[in-house]
């Protein structure tokens, strides 16, 4: 059974940075997409963006593009999210999941597994 274990969350004033990571275990990492997402109280869950399984492309919501990286070692079965530029606008809980099937996809019941979450607040 597939496990994620996301770390890395906390408080950041705006304007600064923050890696938060995902490490899994239970499935065969290189083989599947993975993404971030984000979810604020009382609104739905919100993708971030997709990195696909080996050759390395990435896509990101308009709300992120040029300001988030999103990373994966296949060694170390672990998923990164590097969120530079932080706006509060940014504050939620961020979740990795993972998805076997093409195509990418940025509907979250689409995927097969997801982390438990990690907080990140951004001040004003």
């Known amino acids: 059974q597939a496990q994620f274990v996301e770390s890395g969350g906390g408080l950041v004033q705006a304007g600064g940075s923050l890696r938060i990571s995902c490490a899994t275990s239970?499935?065969?990492?290189?083989?599947?997409?993975m993404g971030w997402f984000r979810q604020t109280l009382g609104k739905e869950r919100e993708w971030v963006g997709v990195l696909t399984s080996t050759d390395g492309y990435s896509y990101y919501a308009d709300s992120v593009k040029g300001r988030f990286i999103i990373s994966r070692d296949n060694t170390k079965n672990t998923l990164y999210l590097q969120m530079n530029g932080l706006k509060p606008e940014d504050t939620a809980v961020y979740y990795c999941?993972?998805?076997?099937?093409?195509?990418?996809?940025?509907?979250?019941?689409?995927?097969?597994?997801w982390g438990q979450g990690t907080q990140v607040t951004v001040s004003s």
């Open positions: 239970g499935l065969t990492f290189s083989s599947y997409a």
């Open positions: 999941a993972a998805r076997r099937t093409p195509p990418l996809s940025y509907v979250p019941g689409q995927y097969d597994a």
